[in-house]
């Protein structure tokens, strides 16, 4: 059976690493596309080189031409420009948006049956437009930051209650962003709810609030942080667990940006929520009862996508 095809827009940092991560897990052969001449070739053959030594046996190509992503089978998306120190994910969106049509038209003219997972940012809004451009079905294409972001959660809140992050179970709904809803009810140790933790005394109200406002900002944290760009291991790594679920049929219950058809009491906007994730793509959205105060932290997430999508909509009238 032949190899299946990952094709990576974008080589920068976070290109690079999953191209790095795809190769040391076979994924499949890799491509990895950028604009700029040059980078994504070096990349991919300093990453060959690591081959012999990691043991992988797959192909490694760089292009800057949309003809060598031809028949992907899985297609992760992080082209644009990446987030400076005091710029808001919000402030990307012009230059992204440009960037989201090329790769749209490239991936509907080279890869139409391809799982496409968009990491640029600003998420909800440039994975929404993205499947505008490409024209795929909406099951197949979908955005990473729930993944993320209940990383970021579950680092802080194992820190916190000092365990192992295997047994940290954590979920954070709505947009990627400072909107982003974690749910404490349906994060646990070991199946035990973090508000019964406070309960049993492992840490308090206040501290767990400090915690879910770290997660919100933690993009923001790294970006101060590193000062000439923003995260890429987890980001990564996040991505390349979707692809995983979808090149494997592993039907594994992820948040992820996705079109909402009535779910939630959302329609035509991608936000971010539990879903199946399986060879079919999107295959099913998960509707979880959410308290009174999640609802309405997730009802404001909502109203921000839906902000971003209008201005979009004005940037470019072909999307309106
Ligand atoms: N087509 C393909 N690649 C492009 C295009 C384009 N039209 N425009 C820019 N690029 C490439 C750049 O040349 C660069 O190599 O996208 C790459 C982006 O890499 P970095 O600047 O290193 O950014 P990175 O940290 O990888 O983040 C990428 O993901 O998390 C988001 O906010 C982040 O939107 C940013 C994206």
């Keep these: 059976m032949a190899r299946k095809k990952i094709a990576l827009i974008g080589a920068g940092n976070i290109g690079g690493t999953l191209a790095h991560l795809a190769a040391q897990k076979a994924l499949g052969d890799i491509v990895l596309f950028d604009v700029v001449d040059g980078v994504p070739q070096g990349k991919a053959l300093d990453l060959a ?3 012999p030594v990691e043991g992988f046996d797959v192909n490694l190509k760089g292009s800057n031409d949309y003809a ?69 079905p909406h099951h197949m294409v979908c955005g990473m930051a729930g993944v993320l972001d209940s990383a970021r959660f579950r680092h802080f809140l194992a ?32 199946g035990i709810p973090v508000p019964d933790l406070i309960k049993m005394g492992w840490s308090t109200q ?24 923003s995260a890429y291991y987890a980001p990564a790594t996040s991505a390349i667990e979707m692809a995983e679920a979808y090149l494997y049929d592993q039907k594994r219950l992820l948040p992820c940006a996705v079109n ?26 998960v509707e979880i009862e959410l308290s009174p105060s999640a609802k309405a932290n997730f009802q404001v997430s909502v109203d921000a996508v839906k902000e971003l999508l209008a201005a ?9």
């Excluded at 089978?73 to 012009?94: E, F, Q």
């Excluded at 954590?170 to 809803?181: C, E, I, K, N, S």
């Design 159 to 190: 820190d916190e209650f000092k365990v192992s992050v295997k047994d940290v179970n954590a979920f954070v709904l709505g947009g990627h962003g400072d909107t982003m809803v974690p749910v404490i009810e349906y994060s646990t140790v070991a």
């Design 49 to 51: 080189q690591c081959g």
């Design 260 to 285: 909402l058809t009535g779910q939630y009491g959302v329609s035509d906007l991608y936000v971010g929520v539990p879903v199946i994730l399986g060879a079919g793509g999107v295959e099913r959205v």
């Design 206 to 229: 206040e501290r767990i609030d400090a915690i879910v406002q770290r997660t919100r900002s933690g993009g923001g944290e790294i970006v101060a942080l590193l000062k000439t760009g």
């Design 312 to 320: 979009c909509k004005g940037i470019d009238p072909s999307l309106a």
């Design 68 to 136: 060598d992503i031809a028949g992907a089978d899985v297609i992760i998306v992080t082209a644009g420009v990446a987030r400076k120190p005091g710029m808001s994910r919000d402030d990307l969106l012009g230059i992204n948006l440009k960037v989201m049509k090329a790769v749209g038209e490239g991936i509907k003219t080279q890869a139409p049956g391809a799982f496409v997972i968009c990491i640029t940012n600003p998420l909800d809004a440039m994975v929404w437009a993205l499947r505008e451009f490409s024209g795929l």
